[in-house]
């Protein structure tokens, strides 16, 4: 899939969440991205969140950088 429509995606899923409280946005995105999104899709994601040029919502970017966490410790 291409970076372009994955960052759509996840801010997609970012703009959903943007209603609740920041930190419970962050986390219910990241969430979101950690049950509904293919492996491959979530290092995608990940690696996009490295880019200057990436499209993702501050938002998104906090909770892509919560899976890079996760994918650092597991």
Known sequence: MSPDKLA?????????????????AVESTADHLRQFWDPRMRSAIVAQLATENNKLDPLVREAVDRLRIDAKTS
């Open 8 to 24: 759509y995606m996840a801010n997609q899923i970012g703009r959903f969440f943007a209603s609740q409280p920041h930190e419970q």
